[in-house]
C-alpha cells in the first residue's frame, strides 16, 4: 500500500476511535479505567472514592503509566494545567475528569 | 513485537554510525583525558539535529523514539561522556515539551532543540542519591519569584548548561524549577577525577537563595519528581539503555580484533577456549539488550503504558551487561587493557558509571521484583 494511503488510513482509524470515546458515557469510561487498574493495582475492589495514591496501593512509576493509560485509551492530552490531584487521585475523579476533556473535544470539534 | 528496523530507520542508523566513526569514536579517548568534549563537537552534534531530535513543534528532526534509540546506541558506542550530553540535554527538553506552560515552551524549546541553548538535569544532591523523593533543596515563595536553596551534584553537562532543571520541595512537595547558569547565587563547579564519564563536564551546583521567577516553575507543585522527574528520568533510562548496548558493542569490536590479531602460546587468542566463552558472552549479551532496547522503543512510539518498565528492565540488564562486556574486554586484553593505548579502559570505567546513573542496577531490581510480583499476584502472566 502506498505510503500516503497508509497515513490516510491511519488518521481515519484515530478519527474513528476518537469519535467512540467522544460517545462514552462515564459508567463505559469507569469501566475502562477499572479494566487499566486491575493491572496495576494492589487490590480488586477498589472504592470509586478511594484515594489510589493516598492508599500506597500503587507502585511509583504509576503516576506516568496512568497518564499514558488516559492519552492512549482516551486519544487526549494531559495538558500541564491538567496536572490537579482531583483529577487524578480517584476512580470517579478520573472518569469526570477524561468525561470533561472529551466532551470540551467534541465542543471543539 | 516486530524487532526489525524500517527502511528509514535503517538509513538513519547509517548516518549516526558514519558520524561515530569519524567524528567521535576516533577522538573519545583524548576527550577523556582532558576531560572535556570540544565545543565544536558539540555544536557539529546540534547542527546534525541530534540534541532536539524528538521535538518537531521546534524544527527538530521528529524522530521516533526507536530511531532515537539507535542514535543513542550509536554515540554510546563512540563516547559515553557524549551520550550523557544527549541524555541531559533530551531529559529537560522532554521534561518542558511534555510538561511546561506555552510560555515555557515558545521560551526555551526552540534554543534546546537547535541546541543553541544546553539544558541538564538538576536532582541528585550531595547525600540524596536513589532517595530522590527526599531531596533536601528548597524553594520558598517570595513575592512573584521562588527562591531556591540546596546542593545539587553529580550534574552531567553541568559546566556547560545553559539551563537547569532543579527538582526541590515547595511547600514540602517535589517540584520543578528552571534555573537560567547566570542566576546570581548560583555557583558552578567542576567535577574532575571521576572514574567514568570524565568528559561529561559534571558540576556540582550551590545554589544559595538563587530566585527565579514565578513563570519558571513546571508543570504543578507536587508533581515535580512523580510527573515532571518521571517523564525526564524515563527517558535518561531508554538512553542510557541503548547507549549501553552501544558501549556493549564497542567492547565486542575491540576485543574481537583483538583476539583475531594477537597470539599467545602459539594461538590466536580467538582459539583458546576460555576466551571464546567470554566473547560469546559478550555477543549474545549485546544482542539480547539490544531487543529489549528495541521493544521498549517500540511501546514508547505506541505510548504504551507497559514502556515505563520495559524501559527500567531495558536499562537494568542493558547496563549489567556493558559492565559485564567491559570488564571482559579488559581481561582479553591483559595489560594491554589496563593503559591508556587501548579504549577497553575506558569502556570499563564508562560502564560502571552506566549501572549507576539514572537509577542504579539495584533500585531497577527493586521496581522490576515488586512490579511482577504485584502481577503474580493479581494472576496476570509477567
Known amino acids: 500500500m502506498p505510503r500516503s494511503e497508509v497515513c490516510l488510513l491511519i488518521i481515519f482509524t484515530a478519527d474513528i476511535i476518537k469519535k467512540e470515546v467522544i460517545s462514552m458515557t462515564v459508567d463505559e469510561i469507569k469501566k475502562e479505567i477499572r479494566a487499566f487498574l486491575s493491572k496495576y493495582i494492589r487490590e480488586p475492589n477498589i472504592n470509586e472514592d478511594q484515594d489510589l495514591f493516598a492508599s500506597g496501593l500503587l507502585a511509583s512509576l504509576f503516576a506516568m503509566q496512568m497518564v499514558l493509560f488516559i492519552e492512549k485509551k482516551f486519544t487526549i492530552k494531559v495538558e500541564n494545567e491538567d496536572l490537579d490531584k482531583k483529577n487524578f487521585a480517584t476512580i470517579n475523579a478520573l472518569a469526570s475528569y477524561v468525561s470533561h476533556k472529551t466532551s470540551s473535544e467534541k465542543i471543539d470539534r | 513485537m516486530n524487532t526489525e528496523i524500517t527502511g528509514t530507520q535503517a538509513s ?59 542514535l543513542c546506541e550509536e554515540i554510546g558506542r563512540g563516547s559515553a561522556s557524549l551520550l550523557s550530553l544527549l ?202 539488550a539490544r531487543l529489549l532496547c528495541r521493544k521498549a522503543g517500540s511501546l514508547k512510539d505506541l505510548g504504551d503504558p507497559e514502556s515505563i518498565m520495559e524501559t527500567c528492565i531495558a536499562k537494568y540488564f542493558a547496563s549489567r551487561t556493558s559492565l559485564k562486556a567491559a570488564t571482559d574486554a579488559v581481561q582479553i586484553h591483559g595489560a594491554n587493557g589496563c593503559g591508556s593505548e587501548y579504549p577497553v579502559q575506558r569502556y570499563f570505567r564508562d560502564a560502571k558509571i552506566l549501572e549507576i546513573i539514572e537509577g542504579s542496577s539495584q533500585i531497577q531490581q527493586i521496581m522490576i521484583s515488586k512490579y511482577s510480583a504485584d502481577k503474580e499476584r493479581r494472576g496476570i502472566n509477567v
Open chain 2, 12 to 70: 538513519m542508523h547509517d548516518e549516526f554510525t558514519s558520524f561515530v566513526d569519524k567524528e567521535i569514536a576516533p577522538h573519545a579517548d583524548k576527550w577523556d583525558q582532558e576531560e572535556r568534549i570540544p565545543a565544536e563537537i558539540i555544536g557539529e552534534t546540534a547542527r546534525r539535529g541530534y540534541l532536539g531530535a524528538f521535538l518537531p513543534e521546534c524544527g527538530g528532526v521528529k524522530m521516533d523514539m526507536t530511531t532515537y534509540g539507535l
Open chain 2, 87 to 288: 541524555t541531559v540535554h533530551g531529559m529537560v527538553s522532554l521534561a518542558l515539551a511534555r510538561w511546561g506552560s506555552e510560555k515555557q515552551r515558545e521560551r526555551w524549546l526552540p534554543g534546546l532543540a537547535s541546541g543553541e541553548i544546553i539544558g541538564a538535569f538538576a536532582l541528585t544532591e550531595p547525600d540524596i542519591g536513589s532517595d530522590a523523593r527526599n531531596i533536601g533543596t528548597i524553594a520558598e515563595a517570595e513575592g512573584n519569584s521562588y527562591m531556591l536553596k540546596g546542593e545539587k551534584k553529580w550534574i552531567s553537562c553541568g559546566q556547560i548548561a545553559d539551563l537547569f532543571l532543579i527538582i526541590a520541595r515547595f511547600d514540602g512537595k517535589p517540584t520543578a524549577f528552571l534555573l537560567e547558569k547566570n542566576t546570581p547565587h548560583l555557583k558552578i563547579e567542576p567535577m574532575k577525577g571521576l572514574l567514568g564519564f570524565r568528559s561529561a563536564m559534571l558540576a556540582h551546583l550551590s545554589l544559595d537563595n538563587c530566585q527565579v521567577p514565578s513563570e519558571n516553575l513546571v508543570g504543578k507543585a507536587g508533581f515535580g519528581f512523580s510527573h515532571v522527574a518521571g517523564t525526564a528520568l524515563d527517558f535518561g533510562r531508554y538512553c542510557i539503555a541503548c547507549g549501553s548496548v552501544g558501549l556493549t558493542q564497542a567492547c565486542v569490536d575491540a576485543t574481537l580484533k583483538y583476539a583475531c590479531e594477537r597470539k599467545q602460546g602459539g594461538s590466536y587468542l580467538r582459539d583458546h577456549q576460555l576466551i571464546q566463552e567470554m566473547l560469546a558472552e559478550m555477543i549474545a549479551g549485546s544482542k539480547a
